[in-house]
């Protein structure tokens, strides 16, 4: 009973199996279940702030319906936007050379 393969894992609402293969697409060969774990985590809590923020503002405005545009201020609003800028000029970069 004691061995590792009945040790119980941390449920994520995240699925594994998809963001392992999104780990492995971008050319990770083999991914290790710390960083899978890792990876999930964050973008859990990523999601669960950038959501809290939208529906704040949707409770604020009176309304009911969360928008794509409520979630794209939140995720702006919250600092996470940097990383997209930063990939652009990254593969802007990578094109140049």
């Not at 609402?13 to 999930?40: C, K, N, S, T, Y």
């Not at 809290?52 to 702006?76: E, G, I, N, S």
């Amino acid at each position: 009973m004691g061995d590792k393969k009945t040790k119980r894992r941390k449920k994520f609402f995240i699925a594994e199996a998809p963001v392992r293969r999104f780990m492995h697409d971008q050319g990770d060969e083999i991914v290790g279940g710390e960083a899978l774990g890792l990876l999930i985590k964050e973008l859990e809590s990523v999601g669960k702030d950038i959501t809290k923020m939208a529906l704040d503002m949707v409770k604020d405005q009176d309304r009911k319906k969360v928008t794509a545009d409520d979630v794209r201020f939140a995720f702006y609003e919250l600092g996470y936007g940097d990383w997209t800028k930063r990939d652009k000029e990254k593969k802007e970069k990578d094109k140049k050379q």
